[in-house]
């Protein structure tokens, strides 16, 4: 992942030590000294950010022992000492504390939230019923948020996924798959769950992720997906007046040169929004790494967001994501046209609207939280083609 300049963004008050953290040369130098070993790279894999509130970051970090995962949680300056003295009584020398940068780090896989981490990485997690899983391989990690590993079996055959969170989460969306697969729907069975370590596991889907081609069984996916009522009484919220006021708030903090587009843009999206749209089930977060494509058909998995809504919340973020890759030149922005055609039937204009909606309150946003320098640096254009879209 490119650094961030230090000039891309405008000072945060509280974390005035955010450029330093975010200097991978720099941070490289300071995790030598507390390592006391030679770390001859360290590079940002992830990072969680909210200005003024909080910043995590999940590093690489290189030795002559090889690479190693590193989170780090950075504290408002004086507030970090406590913190540390308190994951260090549970994590032992896997946690270290750079007074300084205000900065506690976590030598994978100890972590503030996911207690749990630490015996799958250690190969003493329980049994998975039909899977002969004899390793775990991490293949997405959040720290302090969740953790999703492979099993294995003797032949480096992938049995099963297992998936941690620092929540009852977990207890829900083992309830959403048995609810949509007695509906009909194509989802991985569940293999086994875990309260007690706030874990489930669930079989491999058939098929490959999404990438080039597919958009057109993913498109036929989420419109059976949209054709159920929801599963429970949960209610997405993420596009909401209050929640895309605080999105314009947020981008318009860190890059005052976007703050009148992003506040033009916002106070057009609340004036236009629409109204008493049919609440289905949707997935919550739909984009092309949480869909599994066989053929003509697809499987929609990740399924921890699945909530009651419009349905354009779904459609529109889906081509909000096409619209911001093919600005990035990462993708063809005729894929939403195959996506679309697959779909079906859909109200225009509200897609519109959540497509609009979602390029503020999910990419422009995401690019600021999750210090994305392409993003960043391409700021204008994304509100542009909101506005856009907004007609």
């Known amino acids: 992942m490119t650094s961030v300049a230090a000039s891309s963004l405008a000072p945060d008050p509280v974390f005035a030590q955010r450029d330093e953290l975010l200097d991978d040369a720099r941070l490289r130098v300071r995790l030598a000294a507390l390592l006391d070993e ?9 990072a969680t950010y909210h200005p003024g509130r909080s ?7 290189s030795s002559h022992d090889g690479p190693r995962l590193v989170s780090a949680r950075t504290f408002a300056p004086g507030a970090s000492r406590s913190r540390f003295e308190r994951a260090r009584a549970v994590g032992g020398n896997a946690v ?32 998975i019923r039909g899977a002969d899983a004899v390793s775990y391989r991490l293949i997405a990690y959040a720290p302090e948020r969740a953790a999703t590993a492979a099993a294995e079996d003797d032949r480096g055959r992938t049995v099963a996924f297992v998936k941690l969170l620092t929540d009852s989460t977990g207890e829900r969306t083992v309830r959403v798959h048995g609810a949509l697969g007695a509906r009909g729907v194509r989802v991985p069975e569940v293999l086994a769950a875990w309260p007690v370590l706030r874990a489930f596991a669930v079989a491999p889907a058939g098929g490959a992720r999404l990438d080039g081609a597919g958009w057109a069984a993913f498109g036929s996916a989420l419109a059976r997906l949209h054709r159920l009522a929801p599963v429970d009484g949960r209610r997405v919220t993420g596009l909401e007046p209050d929640s895309l006021r605080a999105a314009a708030a ?28 049919p609440v289905v089930c949707i997935h919550g977060d739909a984009h092309p790494k949480n869909v599994v494509v066989d053929g003509d058909h697809a499987q929609l998995v990740d399924l921890d967001d699945v909530a009651g809504g419009p349905a354009e919340a779904d459609t529109g973020s889906v081509v909000a994501g096409i619209r911001f890759d093919a600005l990035l030149g990462r993708r063809d922005a005729a894929s939403a046209d195959e996506f679309l055609d697959a779909y079906g039937k859909h109200d225009a204009a509200a897609l519109r609207w959540h497509t609009a909606a979602a390029l503020l309150g999910e990419r422009a ?21 909101a506005r856009e879209e907004l007609g």
């Open 38 to 46: 030679d770390v001859e790279g360290c590079e940002r894999v992830r």
């Open 96 to 127: 270290l504390h750079d007074e300084e940068l205000a900065t506690v780090f976590f030598l994978y896989p100890a972590d503030r939230k996911l207690a749990a981490l630490a015996l799958l990485d250690g190969g003493a997690w329980p049994p």
């Open 365 to 385: 946003l995401r690019s600021i939280t999750r210090l994305r320098t392409d993003g960043i640096e391409r700021l204008h254009d994304v509100l542009a083609a």
């Open 250 to 277: 947020t981008i318009a903090a860190l890059r005052p040169d976007v703050a009148s587009s992003v506040f033009e843009l916002e106070s057009a999206l609340r004036a236009s929004g629409p109204r008493h749209l």
């Open 55 to 61: 910043l995590r970051l999940l590093l690489r970090v």
